[in-house]
């Protein structure tokens, strides 16, 4: 009995190990398919994400081409609709000249020019153009350009404006080009004449 256990526990453990060798033999091919299929999986995943790659560039390189035109047409056209409100103002510049000509009445010029000169500052004021005050004003580096200077009582007063200065929105366009008062210099014979009566009112204290 002892020989025939002992025969029956040897082929258990024969067939425990043959059991456990196939499945070693099992895990060992999966193991090796899952090998083969992994390079296959991560090549397709890698041209995936390349084709994305491709796709995004070329999008973005479109994009800032299209971009990059949008832009020119807007530079191109930004200023379209304030060159038609000046086109009514051009015409009726054009019919005084002629108006005038025909008639020789030069004076009739003149109020034209002047009517249009009005309604050119009033188109400008609705788009932001306002001018800068300067004759009576105090001479300001940040909005006055000095182009002459005369003596006088008032200094750093604006005196006169050879040319308008110009503000867009509140910004400086263009500096206003003035005339500025500085003091007067005293002549020397003034400054001598005033050091004589320094002196002698000294000696008569």
Do not use: C
């Not at 796709?55 to 304030?82: C, H, P, T, V």
């Not at 500025?180 to 000696?203: R, Y």
């Amino acid at each position: 009995m002892k020989n025939k256990d002992l025969k029956n526990n040897d082929k258990k453990d024969k067939d425990t190990k043959d059991k456990d060798t196939k499945d070693k033999d099992l895990k060992s091919k999966d193991m090796k398919s899952k090998d083969k299929t992994k390079p296959v999986e991560e090549k397709k995943n890698y041209e995936e994400l390349w084709d994305k790659y491709v796709r995004l560039g070329a999008e973005f390189d479109n994009y800032k081409k299209r971009s990059f035109k949008e832009k020119i047409d807007f530079m191109k056209y930004a200023n379209e609709g304030l060159i038609v409100e000046l086109l009514s103002i051009l015409d009726n510049f054009e019919r005084g000249i002629k108006s005038a000509e025909s008639k020789k009445d030069y004076n009739l010029l003149h109020q034209g020019v002047d009517m249009i000169s009005k309604q050119l500052h009033s188109l400008l004021e609705t788009k932001g153009l306002s001018r800068i005050k300067s004759i009576g004003q105090k001479f300001d580096p940040h909005q006055h350009e000095a182009v002459e200077v005369v003596e006088g009582d008032d200094e750093g007063e604006v005196i006169e404006e050879l040319q308008s200065g110009y503000l867009l929105s509140g910004r400086i366009i263009r500096p206003a080009r003035v005339k500025v008062i500085k003091a007067k210099q005293m002549s020397e014979e003034n400054v001598d004449n005033q050091g004589v009566k320094e002196d002698t009112n000294v000696k008569e204290e």
